[in-house]
């Protein structure tokens, strides 16, 4: 244990534990069991190491996980719907790398909770007057929400949620949604990186815990993934709506309980 306590952030074996729950539940969730597993990444890490060491050590864990989940869902993918929000998670990532120092994680944790709970809602409205809103693609409308989920996964680590606004009402494939998924914020982890590293979040005990954790990193994307792939689009959906529900609300609480804090 001293060996791997030099070397890196798990100076006991309460740090290594909430390395692997944490890196486990991240896991399913970028295998495609959605974003609520992937909101616990942080916290949890947070209660043995610093949140910024702890935000630091998922960035190159999500980058590994991101390459197995681009293998495992290689050709299941919507191009229109990455068409429309990439750009906008491009410039959203670019605003918050400059106004990171400047905006209150809690209030940007708040908001997007906020908006998640009230996309639900309205959405269980709609299918109880049995009159579902018909969504197709729309440049403005991804985006937009492609933007703030840039933005908020830039500030917040919290870009699930307004990416599953635009992109949940498309009703695609099941494997093509999770696919689409995959590549939207693949591509946003790795734009991340020029922010990430101009910073000096990238040290030698921050990668070489990341590298620790890779068989687990592995092991929990493809057990994700293989769950998905044995589900049904009625069992897909409710799954997902749920996710983003009980996303929404952990981070309504997240972002209460630092505001009352503070």
């Given at each position: 244990?001293?060996?791997?306590?030099?070397?890196?952030?798990?100076?006991?074996?309460?740090?290594?534990?909430?390395?692997?729950?944490?890196?486990?539940?991240?896991?399913?969730?970028?295998?495609?069991?959605?974003?609520?597993?992937?909101?616990?990444?942080?916290?949890?890490?947070?209660?043995?190491?610093?949140p910024v060491q702890a935000a630091a050590l998922l960035l190159p864990v999500?980058?590994?996980?991101?390459?197995?989940?681009?293998?495992?869902?290689?050709?299941?993918?919507?191009?229109?719907?990455l068409w429309h929000a990439l750009p906008g998670a491009a410039l959203g990532?670019?605003?918050?790398?400059?106004?990171?120092?400047?905006?209150?994680?809690?209030?940007?944790?708040?908001?997007?909770?906020?908006?998640?709970?009230?996309?639900?809602?309205?959405?269980?409205?709609?299918?109880?007057?049995?009159?579902?809103?018909?969504?197709?693609?729309?440049?403005?409308?991804?985006?937009?929400?492609?933007?703030?989920?840039?933005?908020?996964?830039?500030?917040?680590?919290?870009?699930?949620?307004?990416?599953?606004?635009?992109?949940?009402?498309?009703?695609?494939?099941?494997?093509?949604?999770?696919?689409?998924?995959?590549?939207?914020?693949?591509?946003?982890?790795?734009?991340?990186?020029?922010?990430?590293?101009?910073?000096?979040?990238?040290?030698?005990?921050?990668?070489?815990?990341?590298?620790?954790?890779?068989?687990?990193?592995?092991?929990?994307?493809l057990l994700g993934a293989k769950i998905v792939k044995h589900m049904r689009?009625?069992?897909?959906?409710?799954?997902?709506?749920?996710?983003?529900?009980?996303?929404?609300?952990?981070?309504?609480?997240?972002?209460?309980?630092?505001?009352?804090?503070?």
């Amino acid at each position: 244990m001293q060996a791997l306590a030099d070397l890196t952030l798990f100076h006991d074996l309460p740090s290594l534990a909430a390395a692997i729950v944490a890196v486990f539940l991240v896991g399913l969730s970028k295998g495609g069991l959605g974003g609520a597993f992937a909101l616990m990444g942080v916290p949890i890490l947070s209660l043995v190491m610093s949140p910024v060491q702890a935000a630091a050590l998922l960035l190159p864990v999500l980058l590994m996980m991101d390459a197995v989940s681009l293998w495992t869902w290689r050709g299941w993918l919507d191009r229109a719907t990455l068409w429309h929000a990439l750009p906008g998670a491009a410039l959203g990532i670019g605003v918050g790398g400059l106004t990171a120092a400047y905006t209150p994680e809690a209030m940007v944790r708040l908001l997007v909770g906020l908006v998640a709970l009230g996309f639900v809602a309205r959405m269980a409205l709609a299918r109880r007057a049995g009159r579902v809103p018909a969504t197709g693609q729309h440049r403005l409308r991804g985006t937009v929400w492609g933007g703030v989920a840039g933005f908020t996964s830039f500030v917040a680590h919290a870009g699930g949620p307004p990416f599953q606004v635009y992109a949940l009402p498309l009703r695609l494939d099941p494997r093509v949604y999770t696919g689409t998924t995959v590549v939207f914020f693949s591509v946003v982890n790795v734009i991340k990186l020029v922010p990430y590293t101009a910073l000096g979040q990238f040290t030698a005990p921050v990668l070489t815990s990341a590298l620790v954790l890779v068989p687990l990193t592995v092991g929990s994307t493809l057990l994700g993934a293989k769950i998905v792939k044995h589900m049904r689009a009625d069992a897909f959906y409710p799954l997902m709506y749920g996710m983003i529900t009980l996303a929404g609300g952990k981070l309504v609480w997240d972002g209460m309980t630092a505001l009352v804090a503070g």
